[in-house]
Nanobody, 124 residues
Framework: QVQLEESGGGLVQPGESLTLSCAAS????????MGWYRQVAGKERELVAT???????TYAESVKGRFAISRDNAKNTVSLQMNSLKPEDTAVYYC??????????????????WGQGTQVTVSS
């Protein structure tokens, strides 16, 4: 059973920084892509940043230059350093990973996994 566990959300003031972390656990053969999405109530979930296994990261235009995603393949973790936070960054942030799991000793097809979400609120 593969799971993603997030940590690091909270309440900060505009201009401050926050770091989100996510760890994948379970029987994993390989992780293809890890990343972060966010969702505001009443709106669709949107991409924030992703980092494929062998490619440079990609960012939403709205966070370029402020957010930095990093990945530790040895630990199956991904982090999102968020700087110069704005009120419009307020959302529930979801960790995402495209993972090839091992189920009962058999390597399965890749599947998308999501964390439970962590609230980030930017407000003065």
């Amino acid at each position: 059973q593969v799971q993603l566990e997030e940590s690091g959300g909270g309440l900060v003031q505009p201009g401050e920084s926050l770091t989100l972390s996510c760890a994948a656990s379970g029987t994993i053969f390989s992780i293809i892509t890890m990343g972060w999405y966010r969702q505001v109530a009443g709106k669709e979930r949107e991409l924030v940043a992703t980092v494929p296994n062998d490619s440079p990261p990609t960012y939403a235009e709205s966070v370029k230059g402020r957010f930095a995603i990093s990945r530790d393949n040895a630990k199956n973790t991904v982090s999102l350093q968020m700087n110069s936070l704005k009120p419009e960054d307020t959302a529930v942030y979801y960790c995402f990973a495209n993972i090839i799991p091992v189920v009962r000793g058999v390597i399965n097809n890749a599947y998308d996994y999501w964390g439970q979400g962590t609230q980030v609120t930017v407000s003065s």
